[in-house]
């Protein structure tokens, strides 16, 4: 991520003020980044190009960055801006630059073959179109934007491919949508130099547009705003519906009208409003980590506006500048954070199509219908993905570290009876399974809840149903206890070793 002090630190900015301020700073660019080659080899390393995004004439001082020279574009903080000025929504906006859409009179034309040539399109239609509305904007200076920077090397840093024949780094999502930019910018240029047929320089323009404003969301992703608090409950439901430890003696417990945080002797530390999103795990003790929205239809509040937004609209309107769908409490601070702390992982495990999964821009070959993450290890570094099989991930690069043995519940033997706290022999009744997985990992042992219920280890080792069967579970990070919830407010810790319940927690309701 980008050192906030940096001179082009703001050009990546959703405030058009900053994105402004920053311009200056583009004039200490070290140079022009025009190779498409990345690497060479010379001798037994690899070198950057010349001229490429690892060239060390322009990348080689601490902190030095490159630009490229394109055709007029306009910058996206522009079209998040315009709706207010000029109506009209942010989506038909990004289709106008893109030249997909455009502006004749006072409607929109959404076929680029009806286009004419008096049609406003593009960025030189929307800077013509707010110089109509506006002739004294300063968003102008930024529609017809003929440079943009590189950033430095450690703001997009590169990671090993997970192939035993690769030789090269994997170049990872910011530098391969450079890659795209540089060759977009090179021919969108050589096709306005030929004064090539309207149509052809309408799609290139459009093309390199959408390759800007996908560098841009690359690089400024990590400096998003997160998804706030909800100012209401998301819905109905009661009862704890996941759990996480924070440390040794804290837990985070997520209802879906607050989030708390209690210690394990059962006394409320904090209470929270809720989140939309779905506790995944808590990072360095401190970060409460919520992802993914949990249903399709919920309420949510935008910046410090009393309205309440359902999710699809409040994703659709002006919200582009979300880093994925991530709320994050500092449990040091007790709030809901606006921005993402650098060391926090802003990567998920997420579906792109019902069978397709993916970790960043990396797919899973888990397959099955609709496969997903089920569990994240404490620290949210490992998670278990599971499909038509299941394995254990290294987040950082999707390979997998384990492939846990399949534990059929008909074949345990003994159970932990929660109620009772008494170990008992295991009935089976093949009611199925439930919501709740966890995984942990300590002194050199994996060990996994399957959504049966069922404790052991990566051997398929001590073998333990936990009954009833829980709705959620958490190892904290030394696995030598979980905290399961079963339905309900009650929470029982357990000992995994010693296979006892050696606390309980009734939470308070929030009316009381």
């Not at 959404?110 to 300063?138: Q, T, Y």
């Not at 040794?248 to 879906?256: C, D, G, I, P, S």
Request: one cysteine or more; glycine letters at 8%.
């Amino acid at each position: 991520m980008l050192d906030p002090t940096h001179p082009v630190t703001a050009f990546f900015d959703h405030d058009p003020e900053r994105v402004l301020a920053s311009l200056p700073g583009l004039e200490q660019s070290s140079g022009a980044v025009t190779s498409f080659d990345t690497r060479e080899r010379q001798g037994e390393s690899l070198r950057g190009m010349r001229d490429g995004l690892f060239s060390p004439a322009i990348f080689g001082a601490p902190d030095s960055f490159g630009h490229i020279v394109t055709a007029p574009i306009v910058h996206p903080c522009v079209l998040e801006a315009l709706s207010g000025i000029l109506g009209y929504e942010t989506a038909d906006w990004i289709a106008i630059a893109e030249h997909r859409v455009a502006v004749r009179g006072d409607a929109l034309v959404r076929e680029a073959r009806d286009f004419e040539d008096d049609d406003l399109v593009g960025a030189a239609g929307i800077a013509e179109a707010l110089r109509r509305e506006r002739p004294d904007s300063p968003l102008l200076r930024l529609c017809s934007l003929t440079k943009v920077p590189v950033p430095p090397l450690a703001a997009r840093p590169t990671v090993r491919l997970p192939l035993p024949e690769a030789i090269d780094d994997w170049i990872g999502p910011v530098n391969e949508a450079y890659l795209v930019l540089i060759e977009r910018a090179a021919r969108a240029l050589r096709i306005v130099e030929l004064d090539a047929p309207a149509i052809i320089v309408w799609s290139e323009l459009g093309l390199l547009q959408h390759a800007f404003a996908e560098a841009c969301r690359r690089v400024r992703r990590a400096d998003a705003r997160l998804v706030p608090a909800l100012r209401a409950p998301a819905s109905t439901e009661e009862g704890v519906l996941e759990l996480a430890f924070a440390g040794a003696e804290r837990l985070v417990v997520q209802r879906t009208d607050a989030i708390l945080v209690v210690d394990t002797a059962g006394r409320e530390l904090a209470r929270h409003p809720p989140s939309g999103c779905t506790l995944r795990g808590v990072f360095d003790d401190r970060y409460a980590v919520f992802q993914g929205f949990e249903s399709e239809a919920q309420p949510y509040s935008r910046g410090d506006d009393t309205e309440q937004i359902w999710a699809p609209e409040f994703l659709d309107r002006g919200t582009q500048n979300l880093v994925g769908a991530i709320s994050v409490i500092d449990l040091e601070t007790g709030t809901y954070l606006e921005q993402l702390p650098p060391s926090v992982p802003h990567t998920f495990v997420e579906n792109d199509e019902p069978e397709d999964l993916f970790i960043g821009e990396r797919r899973l070959f888990v397959g099955g219908d609709r496969p997903g993450a089920t569990a994240y290890r404490a620290g949210l570094r490992f998670a278990k993905v599971s499909g038509e099989s299941s394995e254990i991930i290294d987040m950082r690069t999707g390979l997998t570290v384990l492939v846990p043995p399949t534990v059929y519940p008909d074949e345990v033997k003994e159970a932990l009876d929660l109620a009772s706290g008494e170990v008992v022999e295991h009935d089976w009744d093949d009611q199925g399974g439930g919501w709740g997985e966890a995984i942990g990992f300590a002194d050199g042992r994996w060990f996994l809840v399957s959504d049966y219920g069922i404790l052991h280890d990566h051997g398929g080792a001590e073998q333990l149903a936990l009954v009833p069967v829980p709705r959620t579970v958490a190892f904290d990070g030394a696995c030598q206890r979980l905290a399961v919830a079963h339905g309900g407010d009650d929470i029982v810790i357990v000992d995994r070793a010693a296979r006892t319940v050696v606390a309980r927690i009734t939470l308070t309701p929030p009316s009381e």
